[in-house]
């Protein structure tokens, strides 16, 4: 037997696809014989003298995992007959039949034509004619019925739609973005390329003078609280404005104890209190790749990285204890407020705000407005336009009280990274799982995703693969498990080719976290990204407040740019099916494989440092063409899914990347603490100069993923 063909159908409706093999298509030649899942071609003139009796048929079948259907053929022989005809040339038995590849690739066409990708749009919804239940209910059956079971559920899923219509309206309105942001007096202030050709003119009327004065306004209140919390113990006056109910998230959040350190050091808390906010430790956390399909050397042992993601944070109790202490120096949180718009004059940013309860309008007035919102973030894609993000990993799953059976999961254990299927209706979907407190468990599934106008991406859609497909990644029963609470949301990417490629400021307005988005989706993103580099951004954005240096140029040097992972934007884009294409499904499982078996391969430090976003460029190099020598086709692979213009890009940020991996090289050793030294003397008199200076020392040692001590 010799497989001859593998297609992902992508379409959930696998009878469907059967019905048609067995009914509606007609192959040119050959005898159609229907079996349970599929058919069987047997050809005419077979007799036990000719070369095709040895290979008298091809076996079609389908079958679905991942809420997906997958097709296979087979050549398949009387082995008994050819062995007694051609026991000296086993090779003759595999002979290809007359006309096989011209059979396969019509049955290929018909199929695309008669189940083409398809990317449905969210169904329409009226709050008040009905609810998002009955309005989800007809496309979308598992995703309602399992909602209704999770505490909050209306709301949570109320709030699943809203994120996906907001990102859509991006994604397809790229060009024209929603204006957010006003400068006073005409046009101005952009501090870069991003947001050409948008109008940032105020109306001409006088803004009335708000009743609250901040030095800081905060708009995003999850990873937005704990840069707040640290600014606000160092002095300033800050205002946090957060759209859901303070505390309240639609994540969980796991990191190292190394990671989580920087926050003790910043003073932010206290060892007692890291402590008391660990919900479980793991031993070690696995990597693993379905590898059913892929030929032996593309076959990758399990990853174990016990140093990664193995702290589980209670994210609520986290979130609690950061505005506790916000409040105590002196911050303020208005929650359930939403953002507006924000007016950029030349001595204030002034935000105006909706209070989403009453609907009332709400204003403040702070030195410098910090956008903490996340992809969602109209001001990101006002500054960025069409390029405020080039990918994104929507991303989906729930935390989970009870109800797994013990042998299923070991509590000692997390998943970091695993696929038990292969590409699925355009999207190869990725699991995590990390163990809670006591019997809880979280589970994320997500995709690497090419934004495109016509397929932007679907939370919904994730919810019902999640719903249906969760059993046959872990055993279980769905009935029985007791929900303790959505998780979901947009993970974006931008792909740089150097530090300046995205405006991450405008005059008296900074983005941090995912709105900042400087790096690809891969691992530098969300809470792991803020902490790691929190010191970096507390002490520039400190240092532009005290010496008023708050234009869109001086901002702009607050970034969390590290070359060393700008580069890796090509391994996600290798994980990302193009809108409309068509990949062998094993594809993208074969290129993990390749990856992770090489660091499987390695001593632990190394996959410790390649997550932790603190490789180096011999590490990279080193790991490249060990990864080109054992796949010769990985570098074709990614022409065909990235394209030559990508390719180009790549090309420009590696180069980009070796020539700060020199600099950094030459410097890291001296010049930090040169600048550190020179400080009392060049900080008071020149602090333009001295501010750029600072950004630099951060570039070459935290731009290098080699974190400079607080």
């Known amino acids: 037997m010799k497989e001859l063909l593998y297609l992902e159908i992508p379409t959930p409706a696998t009878d469907a696809v059967c019905t048609w093999l067995q009914k509606d298509w007609q192959p040119e030649i050959g005898e159609k014989i229907i079996t349970p899942s599929g058919i069987r071609l047997k050809f005419s003139g077979n007799s036990p003298t000719s070369e095709t009796a040895l290979i008298p048929e091809i076996s079609i079948f389908v079958w679905s995992v991942q809420r997906t259907t997958y097709l296979k053929a087979f050549r398949w022989c009387d082995r008994e007959a050819g062995e007694k005809r051609h026991r000296s040339s086993p090779e003759k038995r595999h002979r290809a039949i007359p006309q096989e590849s011209q059979i396969l690739a019509k049955l290929t066409t018909a199929l695309r034509q008669q189940f083409p990708n398809r990317y449905p749009q969210p169904p329409a919804f009226e709050p008040s004619k009905q609810s998002i239940f009955e309005a989800l209910a007809p496309d979308y059956p598992k995703t309602v019925h399992f909602f209704q079971k999770i505490p909050n559920g209306e709301y949570d899923l109320n709030r699943a739609y809203w994120w996906e219509k907001r990102w859509r309206e991006g994604v397809l309105n790229p060009q024209t973005p929603k204006q957010v942001v006003f400068k006073a007096g005409g046009q101005g202030g952009q501090g870069g390329q991003g947001g050409q050709g948008s109008d940032f003119s105020s109306p001409s009327s006088p803004f009335p003078t708000p009743d609250f004065n901040y030095d800081l306004i905060y708009i995003g209140g999850a990873l937005g609280v704990i840069h707040a919390a640290v600014m606000a113990q160092r002095g300033y006056r800050v205002l946090l404005v957060e759209r859901l109910p303070f505390g309240r998230m639609n994540r969980e959040w796991n990191i190292s104890r190394a990671e989580f350190q920087s926050l003790i050091d910043l003073g932010l808390f206290t060892a007692a209190e890291f402590e008391s906010i660990i919900a479980r430790e793991y031993v070690d956390?696995?990597?693993?790749?379905?590898?059913?399909?892929?030929?032996?050397?593309?076959?990758?042992?399990?990853?174990?990285?016990?140093?990664?993601?193995?702290?589980?944070?209670?994210?609520?109790?986290?979130?609690?204890?950061?505005?506790?202490?916000?409040?105590?120096?002196?911050?303020?949180?208005?929650?359930?407020?939403?953002?507006?718009?924000?007016?950029?004059?030349?001595?204030?940013?002034?935000?105006?705000?909706?209070?989403?309860?009453?609907?009332?309008?709400?204003?403040?007035?702070?030195?410098?407005?910090?956008?903490?919102?996340?992809?969602?973030?109209?001001?990101?894609?006002?500054?960025?336009?069409?390029?405020?993000?080039?990918?994104?990993?929507?991303?989906?799953?729930?935390?989970?009280?009870?109800?797994?059976?013990?042998?299923?999961?070991?509590?000692?254990?997390?998943?970091?990274?695993?696929?038990?299927?292969d590409i699925s209706r355009g999207r190869q979907l990725i699991w995590e799982l990390f163990p809670g407190a006591g019997d809880e468990l979280t589970f994320y599934l997500f995709h690497y995703h090419q934004v495109h106008p016509d397929n932007p991406g679907s939370l919904l859609e994730m919810y019902e693969d999640f719903f249906t497909i969760l059993p046959e990644y872990r055993r279980c029963d769905m009935e029985k498990l007791e929900w303790k609470k959505a998780t979901f949301g947009y993970i974006p990417g931008h792909f740089s080719i150097g530090s300046r490629d995205?405006?991450?400021?405008?005059?008296?307005?900074?983005?941090?976290?995912?709105?900042?988005?400087?790096?690809?989706?891969?691992?530098?993103?969300?809470?792991?990204?803020?902490?790691?580099?929190?010191?970096?951004?507390?002490?520039?954005?400190?240092?532009?407040?005290?010496?008023?240096?708050?234009?869109?140029?001086?901002?702009?040097?607050?970034?969390?740019?590290?070359?060393?992972?700008?580069?890796?934007?090509?391994?996600?884009?290798?994980?990302?099916?193009?809108?409309?294409?068509?990949?062998?499904?094993?594809?993208?499982?074969?290129?993990?494989?390749?990856?992770?078996?090489?660091?499987?391969?390695?001593?632990?430090?190394?996959?410790?440092?390649?997550?932790?976003?603190?490789?180096?460029?011999?590490?990279?190099?080193?790991?490249?063409?060990?990864?080109?020598?054992?796949?010769?086709?990985?570098?074709?692979?990614?022409w065909e899914m990235a394209g030559a213009r990508e390719m180009l890009r790549w090309l420009l940020s590696y180069v980009s990347f070796t020539v700060q991996a020199l600099v950094s090289w030459l410097l890291g050793g001296w010049f930090p603490n040169f600048v550190r030294q020179i400080q009392p003397w060049l900080e008071k008199p020149y602090p333009k100069l001295w501010l750029r200076l600072l950004a630099q020392s951060y570039a070459v040692t935290a731009g290098m993923g080699h974190p400079e001590k607080s």
């Open 285 to 421: 956390g696995f990597n693993k790749f379905f590898d059913g399909n892929n030929p032996p050397h593309l076959k990758a042992a399990i990853l174990h990285t016990p140093k990664v993601l193995n702290i589980a944070i209670d994210a609520e109790k986290l979130l609690r204890i950061c505005g506790d202490k916000l409040k105590e120096a002196g911050g303020e949180i208005w929650d359930e407020t939403e953002f507006i718009r924000v007016d950029i004059t030349s001595d204030a940013a002034i935000a105006t705000l909706q209070h989403l309860p009453t609907k009332s309008p709400r204003e403040a007035r702070g030195r410098v407005l910090v956008d903490a919102m996340g992809t969602a973030s109209p001001i990101a894609w006002q500054l960025n336009g069409k390029r405020a993000f080039n990918s994104v990993c929507p991303t989906v799953g729930a935390a989970i009280a009870k109800g797994f059976s013990l042998e299923v999961w070991d509590a000692q254990y997390g998943d970091v990274l695993n696929s038990h299927g």
């Open 502 to 638: 995205r405006t991450v400021a405008f005059d008296r307005l900074v983005a941090i976290g995912d709105a900042a988005s400087l790096q690809s989706p891969l691992i530098f993103t969300g809470f792991g990204s803020l902490v790691r580099n929190l010191y970096r951004l507390t002490d520039l954005l400190d240092t532009a407040l005290r010496h008023n240096l708050l234009s869109a140029e001086d901002l702009n040097q607050i970034r969390a740019y590290q070359s060393n992972i700008s580069v890796t934007w090509l391994f996600s884009k290798g994980m990302m099916v193009p809108t409309g294409s068509y990949l062998p499904p094993q594809r993208i499982n074969s290129m993990l494989n390749t990856f992770f078996g090489l660091l499987a391969d390695e001593p632990p430090e190394v996959a410790d440092d390649f997550i932790k976003d603190r490789f180096t460029w011999l590490t990279f190099n080193r790991l490249a063409l060990k990864a080109a020598s054992r796949n010769p086709l990985l570098l074709i692979w990614i």
